[in-house]
């Protein structure tokens, strides 16, 4: 028996109503624009808590793994999974720490980027290729990225047969470290590619790529397919459950809760990944009384589960010190709809989205919507307060973590406690931190790296520090309108 998904949107008779886990991940697009979501969810109640409760993260991801029934062979997941091996502590690549009173953070950034896309794209990455491989075709994933996705995207897929990678990111848009782990990636199955532009001109070069009919064409003459690595892939959602039944047991590990005792998970949301990995964990039967979600002033989603209002009509991009979740379109939240609503209503209401820019839920849905979520957001100064009074109390945190602060103070109606989700370690966002924690301006990572390092007296990391120093091989910088051919000659 493997676990089958189905549409979002439902089916438009071209497209097969159910596919196999692997068939999503492949090709993670469907019919009317939707995504796969899984037909049911397996449970993961008390008595499997109570199970693993000695297991070790390679344990319990292989357990729920399997519960998931997915059509991958069990050496090829063990051979995944293996990938945490190479996170700072094997054992507990996503460890948690007590910061104040109810307050824990799990770090999420301990893989090889130091970041938390990590937790995911590492494990997909085998996954991907080894299906590439068994069915003899080939795959191109094409990113665009601020920063964080096209690193982790191109070290996991990086010397990995039958897929290639083209990472389009904005030239001078990212932070020094971001660019440097992508431009000192040396493989032939990747291509990085800067534009000159910021990152929306990335993201609308990558849809306009999509859409080329010349594209297509010449990506068929060569037997290539084309693969996602953002979280529309149900590939990457998989492993983002797993974290949160891990931090469940790691607080029960560490004593501070007991079985069965209902907890607080607090995200920092973009594309709404780790919330709906939040989200299917409680669905699963983890004790969790909300997810608390927090936003910067891209505050779309602080609105949505606050009003039930969905509206870009007015809004447009703002640039935050927590550049990852500088999102509006936050994919994830239609697997949500899909989910409490059913496929018709999710329909209607992406396509409204799509066509007028806004949608509004009913009084009934929105109280729906609130028995798992709440939101707040927090702008950059407050983040800087964060930053600040949290590194007194001796907990050094980078911006997107930072925002988590403002949703715990506000939106919790229970004193219960609550894991935070830290999603990058400081030397991804270092000059925003410098600047919180001594008021000195850095144009330069490096700069801002040595006085947090000398403030807070850490040793910056080997791989950041290395970085610095090593050769750039991507050295392509080109305007968006010759994309395509770059890409075509790279494949
Ligand atoms: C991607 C990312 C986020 C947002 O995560 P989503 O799953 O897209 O909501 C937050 N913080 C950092 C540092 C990230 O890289």
Redesign the pocket.
Known sequence: MTMNFIETRGNDGSHPEKVSFSEAILSPLCSFGGIYSPEKLPELGEAFLTEHLDADYKQLAKAILMRFEIDIEESVIDQALSLYDAFDDAKNPAPIVKVEDDLYVSELYHGPTR???DMALQPFGVILSDLAQKRNENYLVLAATSG??GPAALETFKNKANVKVACLYPDGGTSDVQRLQMVTEDADNLKVIGIHGDFDDAQSALKTLLASENFKKRLNEKHTFLSAAN?VNFGRIIFQIIYHVHSYLELLRQKAISMGEKIYLNV????????LGGYYALKMGLPVKKILIASNKNNVLTDFINEGSYDLRSRSVIATS?P??DILKSSNVERILFDLFGYQRTRELMQQLDQEKHYQIHADELSTLQEFFAADYCDDEQGKQYIQTTFRNGYLMDP?TATCFRAYDNCRSEALKTVVYS??EWTKFSPTIANALTGEIDTHDIDALKSISHEAELPIPEPISALFEKEIVQKTVIDKENIEQEVLDFI
């Open positions: 970041a938390f896309k964080d996705t979280s920092p949301s973009g594309n709404f990944g780790n919330a927590s990852a979740m997107h999603t990058a």
